[in-house]
């Protein structure tokens, strides 16, 4: 029997309920940003209804291949991660930081960063939850907190859902980073498609995320339904197309420094950067000056930028990383092993962007198993 929701304790939401609770989600004030359909790819966009979602698709994917392919049923998450991350939104690609006018003799301030809108982010996975978690780190603990980041991330109501079919490129559960949501979000859905229908099974994580629920009515699931969904979240977790060994990971790129396998990939990359660009972790940044042609106005911009570019490390006298072999080598090294050290945690989830999306096909776990596989040849290059 549908009942008000007045606990933590999950839900039975079928189609016509879900599409109900985002309207209230539009309805208290949030954009809804959730995935859809551009370009080939499923992307994070401003979305109204369920039927905007990618209603029936889902993704193959593999090393330097993504493909979007019709799925026998209606699902509306049956596909993994696309090109874009929440970074997008959280972090954005280009951000204005201040912009002046000239005036008689100086110079006055007539624009800073914009005020954010509060958004709700729909079918946030767990590998993104976790990378998330981790930019939280970056930009908001320790010395240089950076306060566009925190209002956008206070602004943010996190709608997570689980997965039931990992891709081929993914390796979370290798991490402990998916594929089941277990905190980090307000509300949760995992979708089932059985011989009871189409439903999702609906959990709240924060009061912000309850309190969407006033006025809705929704029946608690079953003890059964409860484990069928456990069952699927289990399933996929036992379908990750690739994993990664993380024990002794740090000493073993530290110690790796003059592995030949670096000149191995260093053949086949193309230093393109977009590794960098799709990764929801990688967080490195630019500043650029712009003035308009009559100097008259000025801006300050923040984009991204990638270890990838030679200019990224460029100091007086020169690139400090100039081959692509040590470019590659400090990408990969920082995730891995530095990123431990500042940030106490891998800088992977595991959502294995970086290998869908690299034109040649480099796989971060294939480079870790190869440097792994051959110890002695690092020493004996030293
Ligand atoms: S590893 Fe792949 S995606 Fe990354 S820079 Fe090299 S070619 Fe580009
Ligand atoms: S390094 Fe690759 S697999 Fe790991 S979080 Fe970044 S894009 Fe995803």
Redesign the pocket.
């Known amino acids: 029997m549908p009942v008000a929701p007045d606990s933590r304790s999950p839900y039975r939401v079928d189609l016509i309920q879900l599409d109900l609770l985002l309207a209230a989600v539009c309805r208290a004030g949030y954009q809804l940003i959730g995935p859809s359909i551009k370009d080939g790819a499923i992307v994070y966009d401003e979305v109204s209804s369920i039927e905007e979602l990618p209603v029936g698709w889902t993704d193959d994917q593999e090393a330097g291949r993504y493909r979007l392919q019709r799925r026998d049923d209606r699902a509306l998450f049956g596909y993994v991660v696309g090109p874009q991350s929440w970074k997008k939104l959280l972090h954005p690609p280009r951000q204005l930081l201040w912009k002046g006018r000239r005036t008689d003799g100086g110079l006055e301030t007539i624009a800073r960063e914009e005020v954010t809108p509060r958004r709700a982010f729909l079918a946030v996975r767990a ?1 993104e939850i976790a ?1 998330i978690g981790i930019q939280d780190r970056v930009f908001t603990q320790g010395q240089h907190a950076d306060p566009i980041y925190a209002h956008r991330r206070e602004q943010a109501l996190v709608i997570a859902v689980n997965c039931t079919e990992p891709a081929g490129t993914c ?1 979370c559960s290798s991490l402990g980073t998916g594929p089941e949501v277990i905190s980090g979000f307000d509300l949760a859905l995992t979708e089932m498609i059985d011989e009871s229908g189409h439903w999702f099974m609906l959990e709240v994580g924060t009061d912000r995320g309850g309190a969407l629920l006033e006025g809705l009515e929704f029946t608690p699931v079953t003890d059964t339904e409860r484990r069928a969904v456990h069952q699927r979240v289990d399933a996929a977790a036992r379908q990750m197309g690739r994993a990664l060994n993380t024990k002794g990971l740090k000493k073993l790129l530290y110690d790796s420094y003059d592995h030949p396998r670096w000149d191995d990939v260093a053949d086949r990359c193309l230093a393109c950067s977009n ?1 960098t660009m ?5 967080f490195c940044t630019t500043v650029e000056d712009v003035t308009e042609l009559s100097g008259e106005i000025a801006e300050r911009w923040r984009r991204w930028d990638s270890c990838f570019t030679l200019d990224f490390s460029h100091l007086s006298g020169g690139s400090v990383r100039h081959s692509t072999r040590s470019r590659y080598r400090q990408w990969m090294t920082h ?1 891995l092993a530095t990123w431990q050290d500042q940030f106490d945690s891998l ?9 869908t999306w690299c034109p040649v096909g480099i796989d ?1 776990t294939e480079e870790v198993r190869q440097i792994r596989a051959h110890p002695v040849a690092a020493r004996a290059s030293r």
């Open positions: 590998c990378a390796f590794c799709v990764c929801p972790t990688c995730k800088g992977c989830v595991g959502c294995g962007r970086c290998i971060i």
